[in-house]
């Protein structure tokens, strides 16, 4: 978890491969079904353009299928999922189902001034249609208003590791192995 902009995708992606898991973006898969022009990336893509969160249930459900993926057995690392409560409520249901268990909540900290100018600069380069500054203003707006207080939820589980998510990307990714690989071992 982390504000958009916190390098969450990034950092996603190294976990995932340390542990030899799939990473599962929501993003990214709503991304991917924008570029294929499918009925899912058509009503997503109203929301995404927007700043606004796609709702519960489309998501859940894509999240649910994507973990009953065999690749998806051994476990998985989700970015960028669960946002709401509602989808905290969701995964808890399907995790149960399929006998998963939540290991670790990653939080990455950031500083909000830099996150702005880190999406700004991604813009630039990846050209993402949710990356102009009123739509980043927007994003970040809803990360506070409706998964900030997730981090309270799982912390009240014991669940949460925070990570300082400012610097270079492999110093970042370095805490983050030491701090998981603390918990692996335990
Ligand atoms: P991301 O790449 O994770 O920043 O996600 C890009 C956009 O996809 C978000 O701004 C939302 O519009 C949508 N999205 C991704 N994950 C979720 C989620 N868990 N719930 C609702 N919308 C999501």
Redesign the pocket.
């Known amino acids: 978890m982390g504000p ?1 902009g916190a390098g ?2 990034t950092q996603a992606k190294a976990v995932a491969d340390h542990f030899g898991v799939p990473a599962i ?3 990214d898969i ?1 991304r991917a079904n924008v570029g294929q022009g499918t009925p899912l990336g058509v009503e ?1 893509k109203r ?2 353009d927007a ?4 709702p519960d249930e489309v ?1 859940n459900n894509m999240v649910r299928d994507r973990i009953a993926e065999p690749d998806a057995d051994k476990g998985f690392l989700l970015d ?5 409560l509602a ?1 905290v409520t969701e995964l808890d249901s399907m995790i149960d189902a399929t006998g998963h268990r939540l290991d670790a909540v990653l939080v990455l900290t950031v500083d909000q001034d830099a996150v702005v100018g880190r999406l700004l600069k991604r813009a630039e380069i990846e050209g993402r249609a ?1 990356d102009t500054e009123d739509v980043i203003r927007r ?1 970040l707006e809803v990360y506070a208003e409706e998964t900030e207080p997730l981090i309270a939820v799982y912390a009240e589980r014991g669940l949460v590791v925070s990570v300082d998510g400012m610097g270079e990307i492999d110093d970042v990714q370095q805490r983050i192995f030491d701090a998981l690989d603390t918990i692996a071992q335990s």
């Open positions: 958009p969450k995708g973006s929501t993003g709503f997503a929301y995404m700043g606004e969160y796609v998501t960028g999922y669960p946002r709401t989808q949710d994003r």
